[in-house]
T-cell receptor, first 109, second 114 residues
Framework: QKEVEQNSGPLSVPEGAIASLNCTYSDRGSQSFFWYRQYSGKSPELIMF????GDKEDGRFTAQLNKASQYVSLLIRDSQPSDSATYLC?????????FGPGTRLSVLP | DTAVSQTPKYLVTQMGNDKSIKCEQNLGHDTMYWYKQDSKKFLKIMFSYNNKELIINETVPNRFSPKSPDKAHLNLHINSLELGDSAVYFC?????????????FGDGTRLSIL
């Protein structure tokens, strides 16, 4: 059973702080990972994807992948109230795609 | 110019009925997916088609039958609807099925069974 695990939260951070979201996966065969943001009642939207070990930065977002430890994280710098949403981690296993249960982030003004 | 569009957006129907949800993408992608998101917000893949061919068929009741008339369309037909089928169904597409191509989601179809 291929699994992607996340802390369901809610994770509360003050506005302007760094929000750190974590994800672990069970299958070392996974090749790539994705972070999606889902606002309540809306569809998931892709924020970032990462294939290689290390960090990948895009604006206020940094994805980190550590294949040896089998975890992926997403850092959101200068968090804004508009970042309040559920963040879904997903792993690709060949042709299959497995989502974690999501972490609810609340950024407090 | 919606990339992945689903219809209908809302579907309220009675137990035992048969219903269909349609999905179309204009991104030129080869691969399309159906996901179910239950009340606990867990997003789970149901089916995937690549160029009209079924490549992923997860453990779902055979009351659910996908159909892909061409690579831009993937429809989902559900027979004999049950209370447990109430969920949001998302269609998605990606450039290809391998190497983790990012997926683009439709707005979802909210299915409620009375």
């Amino acid at each position: 059973q291929k699994e992607v695990e996340q802390n369901s939260g809610p994770l509360s951070v003050p506005e302007g702080a760094i929000a750190s979201l974590n994800c672990t996966y069970s299958d070392r065969g996974s090749q790539s990972f994705f972070w999606y943001r889902q606002y309540s009642g809306k569809s998931p939207e892709l924020i970032m994807f990462i294939y290689s070990n290390g960090d990948k930065e895009d604006g206020r977002f940094t994805a980190q992948l550590n294949k040896a430890s089998q975890y992926v994280s997403l850092l959101i710098r200068d968090s804004q109230p508009s970042d309040s949403a559920t963040y879904l981690c997903a792993g690709n296993y060949g042709q299959n795609f497995v989502f974690g249960p999501g972490t609810r982030l609340s950024v407090l003004p | 110019d919606t990339a992945v569009s689903q219809t209908p957006k809302y579907l309220v129907t009675q137990m035992g009925n048969d219903k269909s949800i349609k999905c179309e993408q204009n991104l030129g992608h080869d691969t399309m997916y159906w996901y179910k998101q239950d009340s606990k917000k867990f997003l789970k893949i149901m089916f995937s088609y690549n160029n009209k061919e079924l490549i992923i068929n997860e453990t779902v009741p055979n009351r659910f039958s996908p159909k892909s008339p061409d690579k831009a369309h993937l429809n989902l037909h559900i027979n004999s609807l049950e209370l447990g089928d109430s969920a949001v169904y998302f269609c998605a597409s990606s450039q290809g099925p391998n190497l983790g191509q990012p997926q683009h989601f439709g707005d979802g179809t909210r299915l409620s069974i009375l």
